[in-house]
């Protein structure tokens, strides 16, 4: 009961919270986070913990499919070179410098787990986009480029992540071509079943009559491509994006399905980000705890990683 009451008070407090951030032109997921974490000074309030192997399977897949659904293939092969560099070059560049910070400010936390730490944080959320960056009046263009990025991003972090990670907890050495290898193989794989999919589910959506099964298809179809593209370890956000782009591109819209499946991707996107950034908030206190003494220490270094990353971008742009 206590989880349902939690999750209910953050979809409340996220719609409370964009309109006012609407009206006053503020980036609502920030908000949405400094009221979450604003339960430290609370701590007899029940905090909700997810599993962390249950985190991506949940949030991922709706959100990565709201934000796919609005680009296009024309799109993405006009700014590809683009989408390359920011995706896949500036993500590891960033990882290796965040790791780098890590370990000179942290030494004992070793290679492996600064590489981890430096994964985790490099590629920028596309989740978020939209509602920091037209409030700081960045130009649609700039956007644009930045929200397909994002699209992409999380497949090259993740890879290193997981390389990283396995060499943290197994104590195997890092390997280069390991790494090059597993992300080849993780994107060229979800590449071919997200088309698959897509494709298939564009014919399918076609031969369906009713406007709410249409729409519903569409809420299960990126989970399921999540999984299977995890099953045989590809990149479940590459062929998700795939999915939805190739989809789009198929399908015969008529002017109901456009309108409520617009309204509807819209509300799915508002209410999780909503829900994803209150978790980010009520972790604060499990953090805190976490760290205990070291809680200075730990500010500075992450107020030290974000410079970096912030002077990195800056550079590459």
């Known amino acids: 009961m206590e989880i349902l009451l939690i999750i209910t008070l953050m979809l409340f407090a996220t719609v409370v919270i964009v309109a006012i951030s609407d009206r006053f032109g503020l980036p609502w997921p920030v908000l949405i986070t400094l009221v979450a974490a604003s339960a430290f000074f609370f701590p007899s309030l029940p905090l909700l913990h997810i599993p962390a192997e249950m985190m991506l399977p949940i949030f991922l897949p709706p959100l990565l499919w709201a934000l796919a659904r609005r680009t296009s293939w024309a799109a993405i092969r006009s700014q590809w070179v683009t989408v390359v560099s920011l995706s896949v070059l500036l993500v590891l560049v960033s990882a290796v410098a965040a790791a780098g ?95 698959l999919i897509g494709y298939g589910s564009a014919k399918l959506i076609d031969w369906m009559n009713s406007t709410v099964a249409r729409n519903a298809f569409t809420w299960v179809i990126p989970f399921a491509t999540y999984v299977l593209a995890e099953e045989i370890h590809a990149s479940g956000v590459i062929a998700i994006v795939i999915a939805a782009v190739e989809l789009n591109s198929r399908v015969k819209v008529g002017a109901e399905d456009r309108l409520t499946g617009h309204a509807f991707w819209e509300t799915v996107e508002m209410l999780f980000t909503g829900v994803a950034f209150g978790l980010i908030g009520l972790s604060v206190r499990d953090a805190v705890e976490e760290v205990g003494a070291e809680l200075v220490h730990a500010v500075v270094l992450g107020v030290v990683i974000s410079a970096v990353l912030i002077a990195v971008r800056f550079g590459w742009m």
């Open 101 to 195: 910070v890590a370990l000179w400010m942290l030494p004992p936390i070793g290679i492996a787990g600064a590489l981890v730490l430096g994964a985790a944080v490099a590629p920028p959320d596309p989740v978020a986009v939209d509602a920091v960056a037209e409030p700081a009046g960045v130009p649609r263009r700039l956007t644009g480029t930045l929200q397909i990025e994002g699209l992409f991003n999380d497949a090259a972090s993740i890879v290193v992540f997981h390389l990283a990670l396995a060499a943290l907890t197994a104590g195997e050495k890092l390997s280069l071509v390991g790494g090059i290898s597993a992300f080849l193989y993780s994107s060229v794989m979800a590449v071919g079943v997200g088309w």
